[in-house]
């Protein structure tokens, strides 16, 4: 039941209209670029395959390298903006490399280049990632601290929704069989994903500003390089991350299943987009209910959500559980994702929080 204190709490509507406008303007820049990335995304294996003879070896090689190098700057990234005290200056050079190398997917003819570009824009994410979570935790007092967040991953969330969607009405218009389109074709379409992305960077320059730091006594130690200057919670909640990651799997598995259950090959794009919807509305509610019950309880409760999930997909045998499993499933995102870097800010202090979400973002990453 409800504290005296929470039937007086303002309704979820009201309490994301006091949110800063950093918050409001990370997480349209945040929505922006994903509606980008999720318009190639999508396309870029059968380009990649069909187009530039690209071996499934090959395609699973670029996709490996891009997301490891980002864990990997994550790290210093985050280290370097707590060191000199800048968070808008990484966060607007990691999306502006993205900016810069998307477009150049346009007009790359080998797949080694495809490597090329798109590690370089997996680069950019890594610059970003880490100073952006920090830049995000000190717009906003501990209270709304778990709202913030849920509120910047619903909206990356919604930006999945709308990017393959523009990717199918691009296709259809740019296309002349979009059934099987052309080489030149498919990088049109790389050409307008790139618009959003860019928009993005003026939301950044006009929009978003540089929060000061707090005042720190003197005898505060310096800030190192190192997991030594956090205290235990933190380097358990790094193992137990890490720990429950490394027994993750990929969604792909998932819709494999989904398929042998009975959905149909066309509809696993629109089940994809579901589970995505999902993701948004339990990242909007779940953000709050951190600020509201605890941290701790919400991202347990997910955990379960996750396992029980999987536990289902042993069993199914019919499209409809396959429909209401994915549902489901979106939901442990919206307990975990925000809500897990809500609590590193907890844990650690505003001038140490760059280095903290590097170290988290990297024990994700790697496992």
Same mark, same amino acid.
């Given at each position: 039941?409800?504290?005296?204190?929470?039937?007086?709490?303002?309704?979820?509507?009201?309490?994301?209209?006091?949110?800063?406008?950093?918050?409001?303007?990370?997480?349209?820049?945040?929505?922006?670029?994903?509606?980008?990335?999720?318009?190639?995304?999508?396309?870029?294996?059968?380009?990649?395959?069909?187009?530039?003879?690209?071996?499934?070896?090959?395609?699973?090689?670029?996709?490996?390298?891009?997301?490891?190098?980002?864990?990997?700057?994550? #790290?210093?990234?985050?280290?370097?903006?707590?060191?000199?005290?800048?968070?808008? #200056?990484?966060?607007?050079?990691?999306?502006?490399?993205?900016?810069?190398?998307?477009?150049?997917?346009?007009?790359?003819?080998?797949?080694?280049?495809?490597?090329?570009?798109?590690?370089?824009?997996?680069?950019?994410?890594? +610059?970003?990632?880490?100073?952006?979570?920090?830049?995000?935790?000190?717009?906003?007092?501990?209270?709304?601290?778990?709202?913030?967040?849920?509120?910047?991953?619903?909206?990356?969330? #919604?930006?999945?929704?709308?990017?393959?969607?523009?990717?199918?009405?691009?296709?259809?218009?740019?296309?002349?069989?979009?059934?099987?389109?052309?080489?030149?074709?498919?990088?049109?379409?790389?050409?307008?994903?790139?618009?959003?992305?860019?928009?993005?960077? @003026?939301?950044?320059?006009?929009?978003?500003?540089?929060?000061?730091?707090?005042?720190?006594?003197?005898?505060?130690?310096?800030?190192? @390089?190192?997991?030594?200057?956090?205290?235990?919670?933190?380097?358990?909640?790094?193992?137990?991350?890490?720990?429950?990651?490394?027994?993750?799997?990929?969604?792909?598995?998932?819709?494999?299943?989904?398929?042998?259950?009975?959905?149909?090959?066309?509809?696993?794009?629109?089940?994809?987009?579901?589970?995505?919807?999902?993701?948004? +509305?339990?990242?909007?509610?779940?953000?709050?209910?951190?600020?509201?019950?605890?941290?701790?309880?919400?991202?347990?409760?997910?955990?379960? +959500?996750?396992?029980?999930?999987?536990?289902?997909?042993?069993?199914?045998?019919?499209?409809?559980?396959?429909?209401? #499993?994915?549902?489901?499933?979106?939901?442990?995102?919206?307990?975990?994702?925000?809500?897990?870097?809500?609590?590193?800010?907890?844990?650690?202090?505003?001038?140490?929080?760059?280095?903290?979400?590097?170290?988290?973002?990297?024990?994700?990453?790697?496992?």
């Amino acid at each position: 039941m409800p504290t005296n204190d929470e039937s007086k709490r303002p309704g979820l509507f009201a309490r994301y209209k006091t949110l800063p406008v950093n918050v409001f303007a990370l997480s349209f820049v945040a929505f922006l670029n994903d509606a980008s990335s999720e318009i190639i995304y999508p396309l870029l294996p059968a380009f990649l395959a069909l187009s530039l003879g690209a071996t499934p070896f090959a395609i699973g090689m670029i996709e490996g390298f891009a997301e490891s190098v980002a864990s990997i700057l994550k #790290l210093f990234s985050g280290y370097l903006s707590d060191k000199f005290d800048r968070r808008k #200056l990484p966060v607007f050079l990691g999306y502006s490399l993205a900016a810069i190398m998307r477009p150049l997917l346009a007009f790359v003819t080998t797949w080694q280049q495809v490597l090329v570009v798109r590690m370089a824009d997996r680069v950019g994410k890594g +610059i970003r990632g880490a100073p952006r979570d920090a830049l995000l935790a000190g717009s906003v007092p501990v209270e709304n601290r778990g709202l913030a967040f849920g509120f910047n991953r619903g909206a990356d969330h #919604l930006g999945a929704v709308v990017g393959p969607v523009f990717a199918f009405f691009l296709l259809s218009y740019l296309a002349s069989d979009p059934q099987n389109p052309t080489a030149i074709e498919y990088q049109k379409v790389f050409l307008f994903a790139s618009i959003p992305v860019a928009l993005g960077l @003026f939301v950044i320059i006009f929009l978003v500003h540089e929060e000061p730091r707090p005042e720190v006594n003197g005898d505060s130690m310096p800030i190192k @390089f190192s997991l030594s200057q956090f205290d235990g919670n933190f380097k358990r909640l790094l193992f137990i991350v890490a720990l429950f990651t490394l027994s993750n799997s990929t969604d792909a598995f998932l819709l494999l299943r989904a398929e042998q259950s009975g959905v149909s090959p066309a509809m696993l794009p629109l089940l994809w987009m579901t589970l995505h919807f999902s993701k948004v +509305i339990s990242s909007l509610i779940g953000g709050d209910l951190s600020d509201r019950f605890g941290r701790r309880s919400l991202i347990i409760t997910g955990w379960i +959500i996750y396992a029980a999930v999987y536990v289902g997909f042993a069993f199914i045998d019919s499209a409809w559980q396959a429909w209401a #499993l994915f549902i489901v499933y979106g939901t442990y995102f919206g307990l975990t994702e925000g809500v897990e870097k809500a609590f590193v800010a907890d844990m650690v202090e505003p001038e140490k929080r760059g280095t903290a979400y590097g170290f988290y973002n990297l024990a994700f990453g790697i496992t």
